[in-house]
């Protein structure tokens, strides 16, 4: 069954959305704030509006420093240690987040 709107387009998911702004990120995060943007931009068209771009962006944001608190805490083995470093990764997330917002919002307007 297909995922149609009354406006006859087709609809996206947040969680997919939200998957592929995760996965673009990780593979451009040599260009910070152009990967950002553009993993935005592709996961907002794929999310299918503007408001389950910005749904798919608080996911993909909160995974994001999910991720990093537990890869923190298995590389160091010690859960303060761990959440200390998950931080400084999340204050290094939160630098391409503003990016990653700007494009869901243009990505959203182009679905």
Do not use: C, E, H, Y
């Amino acid at each position: 069954m297909s995922n149609v709107n009354s406006s006859g387009r087709q609809g996206g998911s947040v969680l997919s959305g939200s998957i592929w702004m995760i996965v673009i990120s990780v593979l451009l995060f040599w260009l910070p704030g152009v990967g950002g943007f553009i993993s935005g931009v592709v996961g907002g068209k794929i999310a299918g509006g503007v408001g389950p771009a910005l749904a798919a962006w608080l996911v993909s944001s909160i995974l994001f420093g999910v991720v990093f608190a537990v890869f923190g805490t298995m590389l160091t083995g010690m859960i303060v240690v761990g959440f200390i470093a998950g931080l400084g990764g999340l204050l290094i997330a939160f630098i391409d987040a503003g990016a990653r917002l700007l494009g869901a919002i243009i990505g959203g307007v182009l679905a």
